[in-house]
């Protein structure tokens, strides 16, 4: 069974930076351990707002990101440590929610990368605050 443990929320002031982590585990193929998880994502969800897609990386390496944080935030996936890495920087009070990792994988990827309908394992969440 796929986990994903997200960590490194935290309260900062505008300006600031954070790297939020996901730390992925038991993703298996064909019984064999793969270890990569092809599909992988972060979401946000601020209070009485939708859940959005903020950035994702296929397998490919190719990323996608939500004109609102692009030149500020980067998705990445160390392999070694199955973990993956959004580092952001100049936060705004409007990045302030609660953010999530998803993951997917082939045969059940949706295809739009900053869909949330495309994934289908969820961390709990790591809370962002950023104060003016």
């Not at 092809?38 to 707002?49: D, H």
């Not at 705004?92 to 998803?102: E, I, L």
């Amino acid at each position: 069974q796929v986990r994903l443990v997200e960590s490194g929320g935290d309260s900062v002031q505008a300006g600031g930076s954070l790297r939020l982590s996901c730390a992925v585990s038991g993703y298996s193929n064909g019984g064999n351990t793969y270890g990569t998880i092809p599909y992988v994502a972060w979401f946000r969800q601020a209070p009485g707002k939708e859940r959005e897609g903020v950035a994702c990386m296929e397998y490919s390496r190719r990323t996608y990101y939500a004109d609102s944080v692009k030149g500020r935030f980067t998705i990445s996936q160390d392999r070694s440590t199955n973990t993956v890495h959004l580092s952001m920087n100049s936060l705004s009070p409007d990045d302030t929610a609660m953010y999530y990792c998803a993951a997917s994988v082939p045969g059940r990827y949706g295809g739009a990368c900053l869909a949330s309908s495309s994934f289908h394992y969820w961390g709990q969440g790591t809370q962002v605050t950023v104060d003016s």
